[in-house]
């Protein structure tokens, strides 16, 4: 079967970094994706990796290692508004996206 | 621009009662998805689209119909619905399904089957 696995809650302080992991295993693979969703809100997408290596983007950047099934969000100078659930998301073969039940990251004075 | 719409944002309903949900997109998206939303799982494909007039089946499509009569409206429809039911339903739509397909999601709308 297909599974996606990610820590199910995080906990950090403001201004510091965390790192939040997501193994996969899927029929295939076509992409991943990482979404921040807030409480009561709607996902967000973040990053998209198709290629093995560090994708940057401001404070976040997201991580592949295809043949580990392996990606990782990385999350620096850490802010309160960051607080929030983080979504690890799988394109298989047939391009349907499989989610992980999300890591809700909680930030802390 | 308001990118993706759901209507209504809540709704209660009796074990029985049918609804539909209604979704629009602003941005000329081809691909039109519902996912439902349940404390410790993953989002889960209910129905999708790939373009208007075309509809397939997710990973949980008992007991969901859906159309797409026009590219800009995707309508989710419970015919009796169960409190199995009782989930936030989200809306998406996006350029493609390939590579860098990236998702665009409605506010969410939280349905609840007493």
């Known amino acids: 079967g297909q599974n996606i696995d990610q820590p199910t809650e995080m906990t950090a302080t403001e201004g510091a970094i965390v790192q939040i992991n997501c193994t996969y295993q899927?029929?295939?693979?076509?992409?991943l994706f990482w979404y921040q969703q807030h409480a009561g809100e709607a996902p967000t997408f973040l990053s998209y990796?198709?290629l093995d290596g560090l994708e940057e983007k401001g404070r976040f950047s997201s991580f592949l290692s295809r043949s580990k099934g392996y990606s990782y969000l990385l999350l620096k100078e850490l802010q309160m508004k960051d607080s929030a659930s983080y979504l690890c998301?799988?394109?298989?073969?047939?391009?349907?996206?499989?989610w992980g039940a999300g890591t809700k990251l909680i930030i802390k004075p | 621009n308001a990118g993706v719409t759901q209507t209504p944002k809540f709704r209660v309903l009796k074990t029985g009662q049918s609804m539909t949900l209604l979704c629009a997109q602003d941005?000329?998206?081809?691909?039109m998805y519902w996912y439902r939303q349940d404390p410790g799982m993953g989002l889960r494909l209910i129905h999708y689209s790939v373009g208007e007039g075309t509809t397939a089946k997710g990973e949980v499509p008992d007991g969901y119909n859906v159309s797409r009569l026009k590219k800009q409206n995707f309508l989710l429809g419970l015919e009796s619905a169960a409190p199995s039911q009782t989930s936030v339903y989200f809306c998406?739509?996006?350029?493609?399904?390939?590579?860098?397909?990236?998702?665009?999601f409605g506010e969410g709308s939280r349905l609840t089957v007493l």
């Open positions: 998406a739509s996006s350029w493609t399904s390939g590579s860098a397909g990236e998702l665009f």
């Open positions: 990796n198709v």
């Open positions: 998301a799988v394109q298989d073969s047939n391009y349907q996206l499989i």
């Open positions: 899927t029929s295939g693979f076509n992409g």
């Open positions: 941005m000329n998206h081809e691909y």
